[in-house]
C-alpha cells in the first residue's frame, strides 16, 4: 500500500529568513520538514531531479515554490520493513533503490579490478601485436633502394648482397676522394 500525494510547497518565506549564502540549503530543510509534517514519517529522500531543480539557479536563488509528489512506501533494509518516502517533481520518474550495505572489501568488488585489469593487460598485449605487424609489413614493403643503404655485418654477406646487386661496391667517402692538395 503506497500512500501518493502532491504537494505545492511555498519556500518563500522560509528562505527569505536566511542568509542569502544558505538559501537553497534552507529549501531543502524546509522541504524535509514539510513532508515530515504532511506525510508523518521521519524517513524522507529527495529524488534527484527535485535536488537539481532547487539548486539549478545556485545556492542564493532558489524558486518561491515547487510542485512536489510524494510517496510512501515501505522498503526492506536488512530485513526490517522501514517507511520511506520519496519526493520528486512531479513528472520525473520515480526509483526506488533498496539499500543493502556490504563490507568494503566483498569480493565481487575485487573481481571487478581483476576483470579491469587483465581488460587493460589484453589491450595493451593487443597494440603490441598490431605495432609488431605493422613493423614486418613495412620491412616486407620496403623498395630495394633502402635496402641498398643498410648496413651489412658480416663480409660473407655483403658479397653476396653484392652479386645478387641489392647493395653497391663500397665507395670511398667524399673527404677521401680529394687528393691530398685538395684537388679531385
Given at each position: 500500500?503506497?500512500?501518493?500525494?502532491?504537494?505545492t510547497?511555498?519556500?518563500?518565506k522560509e528562505?527569505?529568513?536566511?542568509?542569502?549564502y544558505k538559501?537553497?540549503?534552507?529549501?531543502?530543510r524546509?522541504?524535509?520538514?514539510?513532508?515530515?509534517?504532511h506525510?508523518?514519517?521521519?524517513n524522507v529522500?529527495?529524488?534527484?531531479?527535485?535536488?537539481?531543480e532547487?539548486?539549478?539557479n545556485?545556492?542564493k536563488n532558489?524558486?518561491p515554490?515547487i510542485q512536489?509528489?510524494?510517496i510512501?512506501?515501505k522498503?526492506?533494509?536488512?530485513d526490517k520493513?522501514?517507511e520511506v518516502?520519496?519526493?520528486?517533481?512531479?513528472?520525473a520518474?520515480i526509483?526506488?533503490?533498496?539499500?543493502?550495505?556490504?563490507?568494503?572489501?566483498?569480493?565481487p568488488?575485487?573481481?571487478r579490478?581483476?576483470?579491469?585489469?587483465?581488460e587493460?593487460?589484453?589491450?595493451?598485449?593487443?597494440?603490441e601485436?598490431?605495432?609488431?605487424?605493422?613493423?614486418?609489413?613495412?620491412?616486407?614493403?620496403k623498395?630495394?633502394d633502402?635496402?641498398?643503404?643498410?648496413?651489412?655485418?658480416?663480409?660473407e654477406?655483403?658479397?653476396?648482397?653484392r652479386?645478387q646487386?641489392?647493395?653497391s661496391s663500397?665507395?670511398?667517402?667524399?673527404?677521401?676522394k680529394?687528393?691530398a692538395?685538395g684537388?679531385?
Amino acid at each position: 500500500m503506497a500512500l501518493e500525494r502532491i504537494y505545492t510547497i511555498p519556500l518563500r518565506k522560509e528562505f527569505s529568513r536566511a542568509p542569502n549564502y544558505k538559501r537553497t540549503k534552507r529549501s531543502v530543510r524546509t522541504i524535509r520538514e514539510f513532508l515530515q509534517k504532511h506525510m508523518k514519517c521521519d524517513n524522507v529522500k529527495l529524488g534527484k531531479y527535485l535536488n537539481l531543480e532547487l539548486w539549478k539557479n545556485g545556492r542564493k536563488n532558489p524558486p518561491p515554490r515547487i510542485q512536489v509528489k510524494a510517496i510512501k512506501d515501505k522498503i526492506k533494509i536488512k530485513d526490517k520493513d522501514v517507511e520511506v518516502v520519496q519526493a520528486e517533481l512531479i513528472n520525473a520518474p520515480i526509483e526506488f533503490k533498496k539499500e543493502e550495505k556490504k563490507d568494503s572489501y566483498s569480493l565481487p568488488k575485487l573481481g571487478r579490478k581483476k576483470d579491469k585489469q587483465e581488460e587493460e593487460k589484453k589491450e595493451v598485449l593487443e597494440k603490441e601485436e598490431k605495432r609488431e605487424t605493422k613493423l614486418q609489413k613495412e620491412e616486407e614493403s620496403k623498395p630495394e633502394d633502402i635496402l641498398k643503404h643498410q648496413k651489412v655485418s658480416s663480409k660473407e654477406a655483403q658479397e653476396k648482397m653484392r652479386s645478387q646487386k641489392i647493395i653497391s661496391s663500397p665507395q670511398k667517402p667524399r673527404h677521401e676522394k680529394h687528393d691530398a692538395k685538395g684537388k679531385k
